[in-house]
């Protein structure tokens, strides 16, 4: 049997995990990428800007203002336009473009359209082979002249070549930011297969293997191993302690089913008169029975001790609670001439399975007159003590000697003197599971021949008030 994950499944969660990281990691290199080609642009744009600006003030250096729109004459000394592909002067409506480079260079056509005030980097020109573009500078003189400059330059086209080469490496960048991401989620996942593989292999190891090696866990995982392996040390108990019941089960239930068995041989002898063959058809249904409620009570007593028992808590009315169970047992008193007097203080009420502690009280008053003296009484009281209530259940009977008062909680002990009376042994033993498992406690004083004193400490519902309606007493004996 394999305990491994799905592969495929492994595969997909983690590529799943990873497109979160993927993303971020792409978006972040794309983003930086974008930042980094404004900013070459704008070194690229100021380094044009500031060339055309100086070649310009070189130009216009000593040249006068005045003889600058004059087509006629040289404008200033020199011819040489400094490097520029243009330039223009612009005054009311009339303009003059000088330029030294070649018509096919310069679209002087569209030049003379341009507004005059028009500044701009990277003006694109109709230029059918696209090799490069204007920067354009414009400056008022004081004459009123406007004076355009512009340079050609290929800084521009640097750009574009530029901006191809980050888009690329943009697309191209969602590999290793995929390759990254998976390693992210890899790394961060380790643990966790490291966890699993434990897991696998105590459950490869079977039923004896016994913890996590929390020593391997690393700080990170050091917490969920400790829990982990509290919650396999608390399942190990549990199996341990239903694999203890089980076996006491099945010891407790060879002598009863050997019975039966030995009934059911004899019936079976021949020539067995028809009137015999009942008698042991009755006997054997009468140790079934008695079979069937052993095993009812052994069972809720081991879910009372392995903390399984499944109680359903509700406030439960004391005097109504004890005075259903003493009416229940109101005629089996009066056969053995016993006065039941039933006197808790009133207003009482306990958090507690409304079925399971009437059984208390049943299995509790039950001893009480099966052991109890014909003609004596039986006392049952309930009273606050501290954060408790103590409820009493005493008789003048025949009383428990010392040396059986410890055993008389064992499951399936019977008294020697108590043979005579009807009885299975698991009664107490139920009684203090059932106690117990609501939180309480129950202990016996006792005098041989005198009587005994069965007290039962339960934690007490701090506000007490109201009654509660009695309900059915059909279940009240036995679990
Ligand atoms: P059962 O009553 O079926 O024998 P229990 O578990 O109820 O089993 O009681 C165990 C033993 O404790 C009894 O057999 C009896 O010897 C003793 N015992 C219980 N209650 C009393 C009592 N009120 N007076 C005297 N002995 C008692």
Redesign the pocket.
């Known amino acids: 049997m394999s305990f491994g994950p799905v592969k495929a499944d492994v595969s997909l969660a983690r590529l799943r995990a990873a497109l979160r990281y993927f993303l971020v990691f792409w978006l972040g290199i794309a983003a930086f990428l974008l930042g980094l080609s404004f900013f070459i642009k704008d070194r690229l744009r100021d380094y044009d800007v500031r060339d055309v600006e100086e070649r310009l003030s070189v130009y216009l250096a000593g040249r006068p203002v005045s003889g600058l729109m004059d087509k006629s004459g040289p404008r200033g000394g020199g011819g040489s336009l400094q490097g520029l592909a243009f330039i223009r002067f612009v005054k009311a409506g009339e303009q003059l473009l000088l330029s030294e480079s070649s018509p096919e260079q310069v679209d002087f056509h569209r030049l003379a359209g341009l507004d005059s005030g028009a500044t701009g980097v990277w003006i694109s020109m109709a230029d059918p082979e696209k090799t490069g573009t204007w920067t354009i500078v414009t400056r008022t003189l004081a004459s009123g002249v406007s004076v355009q400059a512009g340079k050609y330059t290929g800084l521009s086209l640097l750009y574009g070549g530029v901006v191809r080469l980050l888009r690329l490496a943009a697309l191209g960048g969602g590999l290793p930011a995929l390759a990254l991401a998976l390693a992210c989620v890899r790394v961060g996942l380790a643990p966790i297969r490291r966890l699993s593989a434990d897991i696998v292999a105590i459950l490869e190891e079977g039923r004896t293997a016994l913890l996590l090696p929390s020593e391997a866990a690393g700080p990170e995982l050091a917490d969920l191993y400790r829990r982990l392996n509290q919650l396999l040390q608390h399942n190990r108990q549990l199996i341990d302690e239903m694999q203890a019941s089980l076996d006491n089960v099945a010891h407790d239930l060879r002598t009863p089913m050997t019975r039966l068995r030995a009934v059911a041989e004899y019936a079976l002898q021949p020539d067995r008169k028809p009137e015999k063959l009942r008698d042991a058809l009755s006997d054997c249904l009468e140790e079934s029975e008695r079979v069937l409620s052993m095993l009812k009570i052994m069972m809720s007593v081991a879910e009372a001790e392995s903390g399984t028992m499944h109680l359903q808590k509700e406030r439960v009315d004391l005097t109504s609670s004890l005075a259903d169970v003493t009416a229940l047992y109101e005629y089996v008193a009066e056969d053995k001439n016993i006065t039941v007097e039933n006197r808790p203080q009133p207003g009482l009420s306990l958090q507690a399975d409304r079925t399971r502690i009437a059984q208390v009280w049943a299995?509790?008053l039950?001893?009480?007159i099966?052991?109890?003296k014909e003609g004596g009484w039986v006392r049952i009281s309930a009273a606050v003590d501290g954060d408790s209530v103590v409820i009493v259940?005493a008789?003048n009977?025949?009383?428990?000697s010392k040396n059986?008062q410890h055993r008389?909680?064992e499951r399936l002990?019977?008294?020697?003197?108590?043979?005579s009376?009807?009885?299975?042994?698991?009664?107490?033993?139920?009684?203090r599971a059932v106690v117990e498992a609501h939180g309480g406690t129950v202990e016996?004083a006792?005098e041989l021949h005198q009587?005994?004193r069965?007290s039962v400490r339960l934690p007490r519902i701090q506000r007490e008030s109201g009654t509660e309606s009695a309900r059915s007493r059909s279940q009240i004996k036995g679990a």
């Open positions: 299995n509790l039950d001893n009480s099966k052991y109890g259940f008789d009977g025949m009383g428990i059986e008389i909680w002990y019977r008294g020697d003197r108590s043979r009376q009807p009885g299975l042994g698991l009664g107490l033993n139920y009684v016996v006792s009587g005994s069965f």
